[in-house]
């Protein structure tokens, strides 16, 4: 009998494109939620998923270690619209973008009734997100199995409270771990603890837990579809994202321009992991 692929090995040699020397997978949803599936099915080791846009990406040029972080992620989706067109120009077909929200609410519904055990960890933004958010998921989806919560506080937990997260998502048989703490934080926060959790996905989906608990408004499915949810959720919230959406967004354009004339070198992706250096790999599948 011929010697299985490691399904790891398989999600690493899907199509993907560099932007800024960050890989990001060509993929769309279906495809994410089917990997997540196998991935549980083999509960051979942890892996994560970062959905990110182009403040990721802008991060990325400023840390270094962010960037090889991102590298190193087994699936970097493309959430925001620009990374999508870019993919488009790379000559991937991506009718959409992997939206956190929606990447969410498709897995629980392709899955619900099948004894997936959810957790939610998130940072503490109102009252009770993450539980208001598995309360929307069981009443949308019977039969969805929520096997914990977790809100944090907004500051940096101690060496203490860590571990007490880490023994919680754990000890709780979680299939799937659903992180909430923003793009930039959930990415490092899943990268370091990445090899303490006995979990076999977790996903960083970060303002899905507003969204889909209520605590905020999601922009018009038009909006989101043409790239204009970056002005509806600016016009929500200024204080907190008119440097994420002006000043990050200024530099992605610019750092693109100066790529395109070849003027700045913004470095290949690190081919960090030995799983992205194995070769002769299937594509992964579409559903």
Same mark, same amino acid.
């Given at each position: ?82 990374? @999508? ?12 973008? @992997? ?189």
């Amino acid at each position: 009998m011929a010697a299985r692929i490691p399904f790891r090995q398989v999600i690493k040699n899907t199509p993907r494109f560099q932007v800024l020397g960050v890989h990001v997978d060509a993929v769309q949803i279906p495809d994410v939620v089917s990997q997540m599936e196998e991935w549980i099915r083999e509960k051979t080791e942890c892996h994560s998923i970062a959905a990110t846009g182009m403040n990721g990406i802008v991060e990325a040029q400023h840390d270094c270690e962010f960037k090889q972080i991102l590298n190193e992620t087994d699936l970097v989706v493309p959430d925001g619209m620009p990374l @999508v067109w870019l993919g488009r120009r790379h000559g991937h077909v991506l009718p959409q973008r @992997v939206y956190g929200p929606d990447l969410l609410l498709a897995f629980c519904e392709k899955t619900a009734g099948q004894g997936y055990r959810h957790f939610f960890y998130g940072a503490e933004r109102g009252p009770d997100v993450p539980e208001r958010l598995a309360e929307t998921l069981k009443n949308r989806f019977p039969g969805t199995i929520v096997a914990g919560t977790y809100s944090r506080p907004l500051q940096r937990l101690n060496l203490e409270q860590e571990e007490e997260v880490i023994s919680a998502i754990s000890s709780a048989a979680t299939d799937v771990l659903w992180v909430g703490l923003g793009e930039l934080r959930q990415v490092r926060w899943m990268h370091k603890h990445k090899h303490q959790l006995n979990v076999p996905v977790m996903v960083g989906v970060g303002a899905a837990f507003d969204m889909l608990s209520g605590r905020k408004r999601q922009a018009p499915r038009w909006m989101r579809e043409h790239g204009f949810e970056w002005l509806f959720r600016l016009l929500q919230e200024p204080r907190r994202l008119w440097r994420r959406y002006l000043i990050c967004g200024t530099q992605f354009l610019v750092y693109l321009f100066l790529e395109s004339l070849r003027l700045k070198k913004f470095g290949q992706g690190e081919e960090t992991s030995k799983q992205r250096r194995a070769a002769g790999s299937l594509p992964l599948g579409r559903n």
